[in-house]
């Protein structure tokens, strides 16, 4: 018990508890703003409980979209609790709770009444100031970025949103699949659901399709864009650049301009000249991208017939560069 009391105490003094909190309720609300303003007024079905809770809306419009995450995502949290651990647990409670909610409040903001909100007219939405009907293809490519984006910061916060990102993880833990694969995969039979529902009418009043194929594709589209966003914002651009320099007679010069110009180190690597068979080291550098047009200057400067080659560092751990990720961290790729 006094353990307990003395770890909440150094989380609530902690700037990084703290911010962690803060990213999971803004990556949420980015997360619940995508589907309310660009994929429930428009019938995409994006997959995960928010999808499925987009098809089973049509068939029961007075009940919300979020409303219905909230019946999915109970039993999902369990389990995250259970095999993710109670801080992850805490997290993922407090981001499938927040998120739905936030959903219905704010669809009930930008609704004028009750009616709006069963039909989710976007001729209706935000009086009629935010109306994409004419170009869905740029509002499903909008709605994926954003959800991506909000997703992608709650799951980098080793939380998650509830519903198919449980999923995921789940396969990612048991079954070595991508973390952004997995949404993609069980995202699948949510997308079928809606083809049958909203695209041919199967289970609506009267049977009337509201779009067939066209809204599969575009849920499809926002599926796979969603699905890059998450891959991105969880890993990251490649911002390093890996450089393989081949100088003749200027090692020394190399080495003190890399060790006290860039205050960096490198390593030398043995190789030999195919053409000549000569014995060589190679210097094996490590730079970020800004630092590449003053390096390749600095080489020509001291060597201009030096041979360097440059290409992208997809993910660089160690000294200077990101810690080696744990056992349990969440990767997208």
């Not at 095999?83 to 739905?100: K, S, Y």
């Not at 110009?261 to 195919?274: C, E, F, H, Q, V």
């Amino acid at each position: 018990m006094i353990n307990l009391v003395e770890t909440l105490k150094q989380n609530l003094c902690s700037w990084s508890w703290w911010r962690a909190w803060l990213m999971i309720f803004l990556g949420c609300a980015i997360m619940g703003s995508g589907f309310v303003f660009f994929v429930n007024p428009y019938n995409f079905v994006p997959g995960g409980v928010y999808g499925l809770g987009i098809v089973l809306h049509n068939i029961f419009p007075s009940v919300q979209v979020g409303t219905f995450g909230y019946m999915f995502d109970v039993p999902l949290m369990l389990t995250a609790i259970l095999v993710f651990g109670g801080q992850f647990g805490a997290r993922t409670v407090a981001a499938a709770l927040f998120t739905p909610g936030f959903m219905n409040l704010l669809t009930r903001l930008v609704y004028p009444d009750q009616a709006a909100i069963e039909s989710l007219d976007p001729a209706l939405l935000l009086g009629g100031n935010l109306n994409l009907s004419g170009d869905l293809l740029f509002t499903a490519i909008i709605g994926a970025v954003v959800i991506g984006i909000g997703q992608g910061i709650v799951v980098r916060q080793q939380a998650t949103t509830g519903g198919t990102d449980i999923i995921g993880m789940l396969m990612q833990k048991f079954l070595g699949i991508k973390f952004s694969t997995g949404i993609l995969i069980a995202d699948g039979s949510v997308v079928l659901a809606g083809l049958l529902v909203i695209g041919f009418g199967v289970g609506l009043e009267g049977g009337e399709a509201q779009g067939g194929w066209v809204l599969t594709l575009y849920s499809l589209i926002n599926i796979f864009v969603a699905s890059r966003v998450v891959a991105r914002v969880l890993d990251g651009a490649s911002y390093d650049k890996l450089l393989f320099i081949n100088s003749r007679d200027h090692h020394e010069e190399m080495r003190r301009f890399i060790i006290e110009d860039l205050d960096r180190s490198a390593t030398y690597i043995k190789a030999r000249g195919m053409y000549t068979g000569k014995e060589r080291e190679l210097i094996f550098l490590v730079i970020s991208r800004k630092e590449v047009r003053a390096v390749q200057h600095k080489i020509r400067e001291i060597d201009p017939g030096a041979f360097v080659v440059v290409t992208d560092a997809y993910d660089t751990f160690g000294e200077g560069f990101k810690p080696l990720p744990s056992p349990d961290e969440i990767k997208a790729e």
